[in-house]
C-alpha cells in the first residue's frame, strides 16, 4: 500500500525499502504517529471542516497551559502578551503584512466576521450611512457570515446584496462577471455599497475565488470596504495580503495551518485601521487597538494562539515547508476527485486550478439527493456504517435548468473531499468503494438506514 | 517550603477534627490501605489527596491569590484532556453526536446548583466578561433603536470590574446613555452604608424624568472586595421601577450563596473557574424567563442566531469547548469534600477570615471589612509606613512580593480620604483561601512584609518604570 501511496509521487520519503538520502524531512512513519491521536479506520476526508493538530503541536499546547495552571499571575504578567506578540510577527511574515499592529488573534473567522460587521452596524445605527446604502456577500457565504449580517447589518437598517456564482463553475470570468452585475445592482437608484464580503475559498460548494481581481474591481467601483473570509485559505494557498489588497482579510488556523482549536488571524489594513474596529468582548484593554483588545478577553485558554512557533517547526520538517504541503494538497485531492468521478461516471465542480486542497466530486443522480435532508442522511449513513467521514453538498436545480447529467440522470448532490497530509489512497477508495455499493444495492438517499 | 507540605497539620483548621474534607478518622493516608468497600459514594479527600490534585501548582509560590485566575484539580485536568482527545479524534462525530447533548448535561447541573426555575435561564459563556457583553449590548440596541431616551440611565458600582467599565462605556455611553457610579466606603463597617449609597445613586439615575434602564450591581466586589447585599439591592431597584437589574458574581458560585429565585435579578453571571474549580475558562449566564429578554444574543453569531441565547453561545464557531463540558467532573471532585460546595465555602470563610486576623495582629493594621461582609477572600489592611501612595505602587510591591519572596498577592491602593489624618493605611492586600492553601502559606506573606519594614522599605525607594 505504501507503494501505491500517491502521496509519495516523487518525494523522498517513501516506502523505507529507499536509500534514506532525504533524512532530513520528516518521514511516514513519523507523520502516522503526529496523527496516530485520529480515529483508526476512519477514512477523514474532511480536513476542511475543523482541521486537524499534530501530537507534536498538542505537546506544545500542552506545555503552555500546564504553565498557566502552575502559576497563572506570574504567567499573565510575564510571558503571556510576549507569546502572542511572537505568534503574530511568526503570521505577519507569513501574510506578507507591513506591520504587527495589522494582525490580530481571534478565536475563528466567526469571530472576525462579528468583528468587522458590527463596526459596519455602528455606522448605520449612527446614522452614517443612509438606510439604503448595502452590503455585498456571496450567495453561498458561510451562514455564520450571514447571520452576522443580519444580526448586525440589516437589524441596523441596511440593506444586503447576494451574488450568485454559478456552481459547478468552468472559469474565473463566470464569477467576475456575476460579481460585476451584482455591484451594478448594489449601486442602483443612487446608492452606495459599504463593504462587500468575499470568500476566498468558499465552503459549500468550494470554489477558489479570483479575489485579487474582485478588490480590484471594489476599488474601481468606489465600494468603501471589502472584507476577504478566507477561512480555508492560510496553509490552502500563498496568502499576500499586500496583494490582495483588502480592508480586512482572516483566516482560521486550525483548518490547514495545524493549530488546535482554535485561532485564527484578522488582517486590517493600516491605512484603513478605523479605531473604531473592536472586539465585541470588551475588557480593560478597550481602546487600545484590535490587536490588544484581542489578546486579553477576560481569563481563558490562550494556549492556542501561543503554538504558532511550534506549528512552525512542524511544517518545516516537511519538504517545501507549507509550500510543499500546500502543493501536494493539490495535486493529490485533484487526482483523487477525478478518480472518484471517473469511477462514479460523474463531474468535478471546479476546474482544477480553481480548487485548492479541498475539491468538489459530483454524486451519482441514481442516489436521488434532492433535499437538504437527504444529503444529511447520506453523510450520517457513510459515517455510521462505512466509517466515512465526509460533507455532502446538496446543489438545488436552477429553474428551466437541467444542470450536469451522468448517464442516469441530473447530478444534485457533490461531496467535498479534503487532503491533508495524514489522509491516504484507502480513505478514498473507501468513499469510491460506499457510494457504488450504495448504488449497486439500487437504494437512494431517501431508503438509507441510520441509527 | 516544600518539605512543610509532607508533614502532618499542614492544614490550618480552627479544630484538628475539621481538616479539610476529611473527618479525623480520615486525616492520615493510611485509609488507602483498607479496601474500598464502598458502594456509593466515593470516599472523602485525604489531605494528601488535595496535595496530589493540585501537585501542578509551583510549590515555591504561596499562592493567596485564586481570585484572579482561580485554579483547577488534576482529576479535572485530566478528564477535560479526555474530552479534548474525542474531538480531535472524530471532529465532525462529536460535533453532530456528543456536543449538544454534554453542553446541556453542565447546564442542568448548573440549574440545579443555583435554584433556576428552567435550564432555559441557563446559558454557558466563557467567561463573566463576555456575559457583561451580552447583557450591555442589548441595552445598547435600546437606545439605538429608540426604546430607550438619549440621556437614560445606567447605575453601576464605583468599584465595578475595570473590563464591565470599559464594557458599559463601549455600549451605553456610545449608545447615548448616561452612568452614575454608585460611590462606596472602603473600608466599610456595614451593609447600611452600602444600601445607604445605592439608594442615593438611584435617585440621580432617575433626576430630570430620566429612567434608570440598568442596574449593574456586584455580589462580591474584585478591588477591594467586599460581599454587596444583593438581594436587598434588587428589591430597592424594583421598588424604585429599575428596568433590569444584572449582578456581576465573577466571583460567586462557590464564593457566597448563589440562590437565582432568592437573589430575584434578571441577569446573573458568575465564573466557574475561579471558586468552582473548572478548568479556563467556563461561566454562566442566568436570565430570569419572566424578563424580557428575546433580544439577547451572543455577539459572535453564528448559524444559531436566533435560537435563543443558550443555543447560540453553544456554537459560537470552531472552539474547544472542553470547559463547558467537565462540569458534571467537577461536581464529583467537589462532593468528595465534606458538605460538598457549602462546606468548602464555609471552611474557606472561616480560614480567610483566621487567617487575616493573624496578618493585622501582626502588622498592626486592620481588615477592609467586617467578618460577615467576606467571602473566601478579605482585604488585609498593609503597614502604612511602605508608602504605598499609588497603583502603581501598589503593582510594583505586588511584582516584588512575587519576584522577592514568593508570594503571590494582589495589592490594592487605597486613596487616603481628606480630612484623614496622617499613617492611615493606604495600602490593602487581598488574600483569599481555597482548599490547596495552607497556614505556610500566609506566614511566609507576613514574614515577607515583616522583613520589608524592618528594611525600612518604602515604595518611594522603587525605581520608576
Not at chain 1, 512557533?309 to 487526482?335: C, Y
Not at chain 1, 443522480?365 to 434532492?370: A, D, P
Not at chain 2, 430607550?148 to 458600582?157: I, N, P, Q, Y
Request: glycine letters at 6%; hydrophobic letters at 35%; a negative charge.
Amino acid at each position: 500500500m505504501e507503494h501505491e501511496d500517491p502521496r509519495n509521487g516523487e518525494s523522498p520519503h517513501r516506502s523505507s525499502k529507499k536509500p534514506k538520502f532525504s533524512s532530513n524531512y520528516i518521514p511516514e512513519s513519523e507523520i502516522r504517529d503526529e496523527f496516530s491521536h485520529h480515529q483508526p479506520r476512519v477514512a477523514r476526508i474532511n480536513n476542511g471542516s475543523f482541521g486537524s493538530c499534530p501530537g507534536s503541536v498538542l505537546a506544545a499546547q500542552r506545555r503552555w497551559q500546564l504553565q498557566f495552571l502552575r502559576q497563572p499571575d506570574a504567567f499573565y504578567f510575564n510571558t503571556l502578551r510576549t507569546g502572542i506578540t511572537a505568534s503574530r510577527m511568526i503570521i505577519k511574515d507569513l501574510i506578507n503584512a507591513d506591520h504587527v499592529d495589522e494582525v490580530s488573534l481571534v478565536d475563528n473567522a466567526t469571530t472576525a466576521a462579528s468583528i468587522v460587521l458590527r463596526q459596519i452596524g455602528h455606522s448605520f445605527a449612527e446614522g452614517k450611512f443612509k438606510e439604503s446604502d448595502t452590503v455585498l456577500m456571496l450567495h453561498c457565504a458561510f451562514q455564520a457570515v450571514k447571520k452576522s449580517i443580519q444580526a448586525y447589518v440589516t437589524r441596523a437598517g441596511g440593506s444586503v446584496v447576494e451574488v450568485r456564482l454559478p456552481f459547478p463553475v468552468n472559469s474565473e470570468e463566470e464569477i467576475i462577471s456575476e460579481f460585476k452585475k451584482s455591484i451594478t445592482e448594489g449601486k442602483s437608484n443612487g446608492r452606495k455599497i459599504r463593504l462587500a464580503i468575499i470568500d476566498h475559498i468558499t465552503s459549500m460548494p468550494s470554489v477558489v475565488i479570483p479575489v485579487k481581481e474582485l478588490v480590484r474591481v471594489c476599488r474601481e467601483e468606489g465600494i468603501d470596504q471589502v472584507f476577504v473570509d478566507a477561512a480555508h485559505a492560510i496553509g490552502s494557498l500563498k496568502v499576500d495580503v499586500k496583494e490582495i489588497g483588502a480592508d480586512f482579510y482572516v483566516s482560521n488556523l486550525h483548518k490547514w495551518f495545524f493549530c488546535p482549536p482554535s485561532v485564527a488571524f484578522l488582517h486590517c489594513k493600516k491605512a484603513n485601521a478605523s479605531s473604531d474596529v473592536h472586539h465585541p468582548v470588551v475588557s480593560h484593554e478597550y481602546g487600545n487597538g484590535l490587536p490588544i483588545e484581542s489578546s486579553w478577553i477576560g481569563t481563558r485558554d490562550y494556549s492556542s494562539q501561543l503554538v504558532i512557533p511550534a506549528v512552525l517547526e512542524f511544517v518545516n520538517r516537511f519538504e517545501g515547508g507549507i509550500e510543499g504541503i500546500m502543493e501536494r494538497n493539490h495535486e493529490q485531492v485533484v487526482k483523487m476527485g477525478k478518480m472518484l468521478a471517473e469511477s462514479w461516471g460523474t463531474n468535478l465542480g471546479s476546474p482544477p486550478e480553481m480548487c485548492t486542497a479541498m475539491i468538489m466530486v459530483g454524486l451519482p443522480s441514481r442516489l436521488c439527493l434532492n433535499s437538504e435532508e437527504d444529503a444529511s442522511r447520506l453523510r450520517s449513513y457513510l459515517r455510521d456504517c462505512h466509517e466515512v467521514e465526509v460533507p455532502i453538498f446538496y446543489q438545488v436545480p436552477k429553474d428551466g435548468e437541467d444542470g450536469v447529467r451522468d448517464n442516469d440522470g441530473c447530478i444534485t448532490g457533490y461531496v467535498r473531499i479534503s487532503h491533508q497530509v495524514y489522509n491516504t489512497l484507502d480513505d478514498y477508495e473507501k468513499l469510491r468503494d460506499a457510494i457504488n455499493q450504495i448504488v449497486k444495492d439500487g437504494k437512494t438517499c431517501k431508503m438509507l438506514c441510520i441509527e | 517550603m516544600a518539605s512543610s507540605l509532607h508533614s502532618n497539620n499542614t492544614q490550618i483548621c480552627p479544630n484538628p477534627t475539621a481538616l479539610n474534607g476529611g473527618s479525623a478518622a480520615d486525616g492520615k493516608s493510611q485509609i488507602s490501605k483498607k479496601p474500598r468497600l464502598y458502594a456509593d459514594p466515593p470516599p472523602l479527600f485525604t489531605p494528601s489527596d488535595i496535595i496530589s490534585e493540585f501537585s501542578h501548582h509551583d510549590p515555591d509560590v504561596a499562592r493567596i491569590n485564586n481570585g484572579s485566575f482561580g485554579c483547577c484539580p488534576s482529576s479535572v485536568l485530566s478528564a477535560q484532556n479526555q474530552l479534548q482527545l474525542q474531538w480531535l479524534r472524530q471532529p465532525d462525530n462529536f460535533y453532530f453526536n456528543q456536543l449538544q447533548p454534554k453542553i446541556i448535561q453542565s447546564r442542568t447541573i448548573i440549574k440545579d446548583i443555583i435554584n433556576a426555575d428552567h435550564v432555559d435561564e441557563v446559558s454557558i459563556v466563557d467567561n463573566a466578561t463576555t456575559a457583561a457583553a451580552i447583557v450591555l449590548q442589548q441595552i445598547a440596541w435600546g437606545f439605538a433603536e429608540g426604546k430607550f431616551c438619549r440621556g437614560d440611565a445606567a447605575v453601576m458600582l464605583h468599584y465595578a470590574y475595570g473590563s464591565v467599565k470599559k464594557s458599559v462605556e463601549a455600549y451605553v455611553t456610545r449608545a447615548g446613555g448616561c452612568v452614575i457610579e454608585v460611590p462606596l466606603p472602603f473600608p466599610v463597617s456595614s451593609v447600611d452604608e452600602i444600601v445607604k449609597e445605592f439608594r442615593q445613586a438611584l435617585r440621580r439615575g432617575k433626576q430630570n424624568g430620566r429612567k434608570v434602564r440598568l442596574a449593574v450591581i456586584d455580589h462580591v466586589t474584585s478591588m477591594p472586595t467586599v460581599v454587596i447585599p444583593v438581594k436587598e439591592l434588587v428589591t430597592i431597584c424594583r421598588e424604585e421601577g429599575v428596568d433590569q437589574v444584572f449582578v456581576d458574581a465573577a466571583h460567586g458560585i462557590g464564593c457566597v450563596d448563589v440562590d437565582m429565585k432568592q437573589i430575584g435579578a434578571d441577569f446573573y453571571t458568575s465564573n466557574l473557574h475561579k471558586w468552582f474549580f473548572c478548568p479556563p475558562s467556563v461561566a454562566f449566564l442566568y436570565c430570569k424567563k419572566s424578563t424580557n429578554n428575546s433580544d439577547l444574543h451572543h455577539p459572535v453569531v453564528s448559524h444559531e442566531y436566533g435560537n435563543g441565547l443558550a443555543i447560540e453561545s453553544a456554537w459560537i464557531g470552531t472552539r474547544d469547548y472542553s470547559s463547558y463540558l467537565v462540569v458534571p467532573k467537577v461536581l464529583e471532585f467537589i462532593n468528595r469534600f465534606e458538605g460538598g460546595i457549602e462546606g468548602i465555602k464555609k471552611r474557606n470563610h472561616e480560614y480567610v477570615v483566621e487567617m487575616g486576623q493573624m496578618l493585622v495582629k501582626a502588622w498592626g493594621t486592620r481588615l477592609g471589612c467586617p467578618p460577615e461582609m467576606c467571602s473566601s477572600m478579605v482585604m488585609v489592611g498593609l503597614p502604612a509606613c511602605l508608602g504605598i501612595s499609588s497603583d502603581h505602587d501598589a503593582l510594583e510591591l505586588r511584582t516584588c512580593l512575587r519576584d522577592k519572596f514568593g508570594v503571590e498577592v494582589p495589592i490594592y491602593y487605597r486613596p487616603p480620604k481628606d480630612g484623614e489624618e496622617g499613617g492611615v493605611v493606604t495600602g490593602y492586600a487581598r488574600i483569599s483561601y481555597q482548599v490547596y492553601n495552607k497556614v505556610e502559606d500566609y506566614y511566609k506573606f507576613r514574614d515577607a512584609i515583616n522583613q520589608l519594614v524592618d528594611n525600612a522599605f518604602t515604595c518611594a525607594s522603587l525605581p520608576i518604570s
